[in-house]
């Protein structure tokens, strides 16, 4: 028997641990992975992870600012760990072993201490994800359940790998990810967001061979970034180019469709959790998922706050653990009073909890407001006036805004604009945001996913990939084909159905509602709040790092002409939207 030169086991803060054991893939390329496990080594179920973060780089070195802020106040998710094996995203073992279960982080192929070419985002990802839950499930130390839970990257792959219905897999809670790449990650409405630009970098550092240039363990004192250390340019040889792949494949063609989830073979248990303030990324693939999914046992919540911090607090991590004591222990009672949705309904000042029987929700107020060219008004009156409204896109745009709200209104679900267009040129962006101001003026947003200064909501659409696809589409949430495009004649006026991401907010009396059209990203103008700016790695000017400032992709000429939006009983401009009336008392 050989002996694996990395691979140890230890006793150490009452679990046993195991660092590094390979796994190997079916084309011989060595993985690895870290196993917390309760200290008798009995089986137990198993809640996994795999992704390209490096499984021992420190939430708290890594990602200082955002785990002092959080910690500060939520002071909560220091008890009962010493935090010495807290990483960014990932759940600690020290408030799961104790329980009865055993954590495995797994990096994933070419990241951290796991060998071979790290291909992103990739069908390659997905097979050995699955393989290794396969590997995990016939383990002396697993009863055969396998659980997966992480934030964002490690919860994107989850969808991807359900779908591939692995035979130990039991049970998913994707935290805030995205299961449809095209639409959510590389391209929203078409127009191509530059986040994979911008955090490409980061993940560069976390490649395996890195070596000697990366983080320590905190516990180990190893690199974090593999046993060797490679030149820059084995490096490079060693990563796909995923920005220049995308770059390559602007539609939705057969490139995507393997990291595009097929919701109907995700037939697993599964906890769904977005984020209201996630525009850009952590907040459609959550509902998507939950509401295209062929599970039967599928249940819905959606916070809000940073991405990452109802993941560790009290109320995400009793969540997490009721729901895979039920579906991994088989404890029916520990989820047995759980409502298929749970919605932290968004007021200006404060989330407040409630149960709800589906999404959307049934008892939903279908509204539909018109927008006003002659006099920059939002609201329900039909339009009479024929008229025209045109920006460049450079400009601000034009915006509409609403009389002050009699009484207080919840607008809870997902959105839609029709709007009439034409183009001085062959095609235009379109960049849509709902918002909400105080009766003062000043524009109200939110603590986001990614950014302090989050609108009520947004969306996208290039007008040259308005084709939608009728399958999916609905009222309230058009869905786009983005396998062709079409161009626009110049001059001629076309109908454009935009999405509009869901969201929650409860709008006092006294405040407007606004709808901004323009030919940019939203950018805030308000006063910055530095201790709001201080919990994100990113310029908080409302879309973080959701961007869409490829000059490459804007570089087309056609893009940089004149926008008009037309008005009148022909060519109504409206926005559906989701009103929700109280809860009968009987309900």
């Known amino acids: 028997m050989t002996i694996d030169p990395y691979q140890r086991t230890e006793l150490r803060d009452g679990m046993r641990i195991t660092w590094q054991i390979p796994i190997v893939m079916d084309d011989g390329v060595v993985l690895r992975a870290d196993l917390f496990q309760p200290a008798d080594g009995r089986a137990v179920p198993v809640v996994m992870s795999y992704g390209c973060y490096a499984k021992g780089q420190a939430f708290q070195e890594a990602y200082a600012p955002q785990w002092a802020s959080m910690t500060e106040e939520f002071p909560e998710i220091h008890a009962g760990t010493t935090g010495k094996y807290q990483c960014w995203e990932l759940t600690d073992p020290e408030r799961w072993v104790p329980r009865g279960y055993a954590v495995v982080r797994v990096d994933s192929r070419g990241a951290g201490w796991s060998e071979g070419v790290q291909d992103l985002w990739s069908a390659r990802e997905v097979r050995d994800y699955h393989d290794c839950i396969e590997w995990a499930g016939s383990q002396p130390w697993c009863d055969g359940n396998v659980g997966l839970l992480g934030i964002s990257y490690y919860a994107a792959n989850q969808w991807l790998v359900a779908a591939s219905q692995p035979r130990h897999l039991k049970a998913i809670i994707p935290w805030e990810g995205a299961s449809d790449c095209y639409r959510e990650l590389y391209f929203h409405g078409g127009i191509r967001c530059t986040f994979l630009d911008s955090w490409l970098p980061r993940q560069v550092a976390m490649q395996y061979g890195q070596g000697e240039r990366s983080r320590r363990h905190p516990v180990t004192g190893d690199p974090c970034g593999g046993p060797v250390t490679l030149a820059e340019d084995e490096l490079a040889a060693r990563r796909i180019d995923k920005?220049?792949?995308?770059?390559?494949?602007?539609?939705?063609?057969?490139?995507?469709?393997?990291?595009?989830?097929?919701?109907?073979?995700?037939?697993?248990?599964?906890?769904?959790?977005?984020?209201?303030?996630?525009?850009?990324?952590?907040?459609?693939?959550?509902?998507?998922?939950?509401?295209?999914?062929?599970?039967?046992?599928?249940?819905?919540?959606?916070?809000?706050?940073?991405?990452?911090?109802?993941?560790?607090?009290?109320?995400?991590?009793?969540?997490?653990?009721?729901?895979?004591?039920?579906?991994?222990?088989?404890?029916?009672?520990?989820?047995?009073e759980q409502p298929r949705v749970l919605l932290q309904v968004r007021h200006v000042d404060r989330f407040e909890p409630r149960h709800e029987d589906e999404w959307p929700l049934a008892r939903t107020q279908w509204t539909t407001w018109h927008l006003h060219g002659d006099s920059s008004h939002l609201g329900p009156e039909p339009v009479r006036a024929t008229t025209a409204r045109a920006f460049?896109?450079?400009?601000?745009?034009?915006?509409?805004?609403?009389?002050?709200?009699?009484?207080?209104?919840?607008?809870?679900?997902?959105?839609?604009?029709?709007?009439?267009?034409?183009?001085?040129?062959?095609?235009?962006?379109?960049?849509?945001?709902?918002?909400?101001?105080?009766?003062d003026g000043?524009?109200?947003?939110?603590?986001?996913?990614?950014?302090?200064?989050?609108?009520?909501?947004?969306?996208w659409l290039r007008a040259s990939h308005r084709e939608l696809d009728n399958t999916l589409t609905t009222a309230a949430r058009p869905v786009h084909l983005h396998r062709n495009s079409v161009p626009l004649a110049p001059g001629d006026i076309v109908a454009l159905d935009i999405e509009i991401w869901p969201t929650s907010i409860v709008v006092p009396a006294g405040y407007r509602l606004g709808f901004t059209v323009r030919g940019r990203d939203y950018e805030y103008t308000g006063l910055m709040d530095p201790q709001r700016n201080a919990r994100h790695r990113y310029p908080s000017k409302g879309c973080g790092p959701f961007l869409h400032n490829d000059p490459d992709d804007r570089a087309?000429?056609?893009?940089?002409?004149?926008?008009?939006?037309?008005?009148?009983?022909?060519?109504?401009?409206?926005?559906?939207?989701?009103?929700?009336?109280?809860?009968?008392?009987?309900?």
């Open 556 to 587: 087309n000429a056609a893009l940089s002409g004149t926008t008009t939006l037309h008005f009148g009983p022909e060519h109504p401009n409206t926005v559906l939207l989701p009103i929700i009336p109280a809860k009968s008392s009987n309900a």
């Open 392 to 439: 460049r896109p450079a400009d601000e745009g034009v915006t509409f805004v609403s009389a002050p709200f009699a009484a207080e209104t919840e607008i809870t679900g997902p959105l839609s604009a029709r709007l009439h267009v034409s183009s001085s040129t062959h095609d235009a962006d379109l960049f849509v945001v709902v918002r909400l101001f105080a009766p």
């Open 243 to 336: 920005v220049s792949e995308v770059k390559s494949h602007l539609l939705l063609d057969g490139y995507y469709e393997e990291v595009i989830t097929d919701f109907s073979r995700v037939t697993v248990p599964l906890l769904s959790s977005a984020n209201w303030g996630g525009q850009g990324l952590h907040l459609r693939g959550n509902v998507e998922g939950f509401s295209q999914s062929a599970a039967t046992d599928k249940y819905l919540e959606i916070h809000g706050l940073e991405h990452w911090t109802h993941f560790y607090t009290d109320y995400g991590l009793d969540l997490q653990q009721r729901f895979f004591d039920c579906y991994l222990k088989g404890d029916h009672a520990a989820w047995s």
């Open 442 to 459: 000043d524009e109200v947003t939110f603590r986001g996913a990614m950014d302090a200064h989050t609108p009520v909501a947004q969306g």
